[in-house]
């Protein structure tokens, strides 16, 4: 979920970039990818919507997914947060946990994708009673399932719902550190919600226990504030990437620090549009972020939610930077490097994208 935003934004004027040539998102539609910034609420299809509503009948959400597609149509940021509200409440029990985790990881293989870090906040399930140690098998049961069937790996980012406060906070870090629970797949830590009037700062004491049991640190930053935000981020959070960064562009001198130390950003530019973060894409910061140097990833936050998927994330972004082909891959291969893969993954995943444009190019 976005952070904080004002209020009456429309969410429904971007969806699927129509500039990019037909052959480029044909390209793009094969490419190998890895995904490092998506949610796992968030990425509810309205297909994964309809089966979870089923098994619940008493919820107002549809089961048909052709009304669904209506139902996630948004008529501003109240109504969004409405539905997203009424998705998390579809999810009741550790097997509805399954179902849309190994769901989510099939709809992310039809897109090409490989790897995938999904954003999970096991506060929102466990605080709605679902019992703790369930939430893992769940999740763990449908990573395996995913990478057996589809060849797709999922590894998590827990992340503390900032808007919760600190009680969650301390949640999710014992979620995430106590032997007993953490999930094998647990790579990450993160911070979530509104940004606005929930410092960073107070989030360090989490996030040094979290990296002292070898998590990474990835909170949202910069999205809905400025640069401030991203600095405290690194200083106070210790982050290796940073959700969004969007504000990075207004400062000169941590452009260049996130340069230098190579702190990916995680770009999602459909959803910036969709919050109003960013007022169109033309003016999204991308291209100063990669004139700066900075690492690049694309990304695509709460897909069906704001009307895209992946796909069209690198569709936009090849309209905005001017990318061929070879640009595409290197953008793909930018993900894989930010990613927290080993390095023999990594450079399974970068020999598959060169395998792969080399092969579209020759024909
Ligand atoms: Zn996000």
């Not at 994330?313 to 953008?331: I, K, M, P, S």
Request: aromatic letters at 6%; one cysteine or more.
């Amino acid at each position: 979920m976005p952070g904080a935003l004002p209020g009456e934004a429309p969410l429904t004027d971007h969806l699927v970039d129509p500039h990019t040539p037909r052959g480029l998102n044909a390209f793009i539609a094969g490419l190998p990818k890895a995904e490092l910034h998506v949610h796992h609420v968030g990425s509810a299809s309205p297909r994964i919507v309809s089966e979870l509503a089923a098994r619940h009948p008493d919820s107002k959400v549809p089961t048909d997914p052709g009304a669904l597609v209506d139902y996630f149509t948004f008529t501003d940021f109240a109504h969004f947060i409405e539905v997203y509200l009424s998705v998390v409440d579809l999810i009741r029990t550790p097997e509805d946990v399954r179902l849309l985790t190994y769901e989510v990881a099939r709809d992310l293989a039809r897109q090409q994708v490989r790897y995938a870090e999904l954003t999970i906040t096991p506060f929102s399930s466990t605080r709605r009673g679902i019992d703790e140690a369930a939430f893992m098998d769940a999740i763990e049961d449908a990573r395996k399932a995913a990478e057996a069937e589809f060849g797709t790996m999922l590894r998590w980012c827990f992340d503390i719902p900032g808007e919760a406060g600190l009680e969650a906070a301390e949640e999710t870090t014992r979620l995430a550190t106590d032997d007993r629970l953490r999930p094998e797949g647990l790579v990450s830590f993160g911070l979530g919600g509104p940004e606005v009037g929930v410092p960073r700062p107070q989030f360090k004491p989490y996030f040094d226990r979290a990296i002292a049991a070898g998590l990474r640190s990835v909170p949202h930053a910069g999205e809905t504030t400025g640069p401030e935000t991203v600095w405290d981020a690194l200083t106070h959070l210790r982050a290796e990437r940073i959700g969004h960064g969007t504000s990075s562009a207004q400062d000169e001198k941590l452009l260049a620090h996130l340069a230098e130390h190579r702190v990916a950003l995680e770009v999602c530019p459909t959803s910036n549009i969709a919050t109003r973060a960013v007022r169109t894409l033309d003016e999204h910061p991308i291209k100063e972020f990669t004139r700066a140097g900075v690492l690049v990833t694309i990304n695509s936050d709460d897909p069906p939610m704001f009307g895209t998927d992946l796909n069209n994330e690198y569709a936009v972004a090849a309209r905005l930077l001017d990318l061929d082909e070879r640009g595409l891959a290197d953008l793909a291969g930018n993900a894989v490097e930010a990613s927290f893969l080993d390095a023999a993954g990594k450079a399974r995943i970068k020999d598959e994208i060169d395998a792969y444009t080399s092969g579209w190019l020759a024909s």
